[in-house]
T-cell receptor
């Protein structure tokens, strides 16, 4: 069990650029989740997948955000036309069904 | 909708002293409750969880938490704090697919 991994760990970009983050879940986990955490706050749910199907999206996930999990394994989260308000830690988690969610180390995004 | 309140933003405790972090939740049904810990710049590590059964739950690193339905609380405790316990602690309530987190409590440990 290698845990949940995320890449990159840090990303600095300029406003208006597109960014993509990757998450590799624990191998036998069928569910994968994305959360966003801003400074001084707890994580907030963005979206989740069961296998390759995206089953729920928070209203926090604007049209500029898109997530995929094409083969039910790794997932990508893309942000188009980044804004300064997108600066946050993006956390990925995985679980086996409704069991405990295990989190990765996160990707810290800074939009200049 | 479920929600979680952690009333203490910051707690300072001496090494070796006891620690209690408060968590209150709002949820219509029997909740799934969690405590996670986050070190600076890191992801969240699960300390313990409550799904059902015994209301006193033991976790890793010597932590325990007690579920009190009548008070809608799930407070985290540790009898003797170590310097390595300095971190941010998050309480969360879960339903089928989503965790809702409190704003967190930052714990500082002084020598």
């Amino acid at each position: 069990d290698t845990g949940v991994s995320q890449d990159p760990r840090h990303k600095i970009t300029k406003r208006g650029q597109n960014v993509t983050f990757r998450c590799d879940p624990i191998s036998e986990h069928n569910r994968l989740y994305w959360y966003r955490q801003t400074l001084g706050q707890g994580p907030e749910f963005l979206t989740y997948f069961q296998n390759e199907a995206q089953l729920e999206k928070s209203r926090l996930l604007s049209d500029r955000f898109s997530a995929e999990r094409p083969k039910g394994s790794f997932s990508t989260l893309e942000i188009q036309r980044t804004e300064q308000g997108d600066s946050a830690m993006y956390l990925c988690a995985s679980s086996s069904g409704t069991d405990t969610q295990y989190f990765g180390p996160g990707t810290r995004l800074t939009v200049l | 909708a479920q929600s979680v309140t952690q009333p203490d933003i910051h707690i300072t405790v001496s090494e070796g002293a006891s620690l209690e972090l408060r968590c209150n939740y709002s949820y219509g049904a029997t909740p799934y409750l969690f405590w996670y810990v986050q070190s600076p710049g890191q992801g969240l590590q699960l300390l313990l969880k409550y799904f059902s059964g015994d209301t006193l739950v033991q976790g890793i690193k010597g932590f325990e938490a007690e579920f009190k339905r009548s008070q809608s609380s799930f407070n985290l405790r540790k009898p003797s704090v170590h310097w390595s316990d300095a971190a941010e602690y998050f309480c969360a309530v879960g339903e089928d697919y989503k965790l809702s987190f409190g704003a967190g409590t930052t714990v500082t440990v002084r020598a």
